[in-house]
């Protein structure tokens, strides 16, 4: 059925940047609304960026910095990062949203995870 697969993630000093892909497949798969979140070791899932109807959010951390789009003929959801900041540090997860057209930032409201893409950014 559906599934998503993160990549572009990698080891980057402050101030660089990074472009993580989300891939996904699946007849099930119609659309390219998703939500990007990451973590840390040792603290919570964060939302990270929406794309849902073509309106992108941004946490107040990454405004700015970050940037989502998607490419729906690829069924490939971007998020350009630049910028990078130590604190980016996490998994990069993306997530399929239960309902289009209703964003949100709650971990529990998104039903299929990839898993996940490794950032590192270093000072």
């Known amino acids: 059925q559906v599934q998503l697969v993160e990549s572009g993630g990698g080891s980057v000093q402050a101030g660089g940047s990074l472009r993580l892909s989300c891939a996904a497949s699946?007849?099930?798969?119609?659309?390219?609304?998703m939500g990007w979140f990451r973590q840390a070791p040792g603290k919570e899932r964060e939302g990270v960026a929406i794309?849902?109807?073509?309106?992108?959010y941004y946490a107040d951390s990454v405004k700015g910095r970050f940037t989502v789009s998607a490419d729906n003929a690829k069924s490939t959801v971007y998020l350009q990062m630049d910028r990078l900041k130590p604190e980016d540090s996490g998994m990069y997860f993306c997530?399929?949203?239960?309902?289009?057209?209703?964003?949100?930032?709650?971990?529990?409201?998104?039903?299929?995870w990839g898993q996940g893409t490794q950032v590192t950014v270093s000072i």
């Open positions: 794309i849902d109807g073509g309106a992108t």
């Open positions: 997530a399929t949203p239960r309902r289009r057209g209703w964003p949100t930032w709650n971990p529990e409201e998104f039903d299929i």
């Open positions: 699946g007849y099930a798969y119609i659309n390219t609304d």
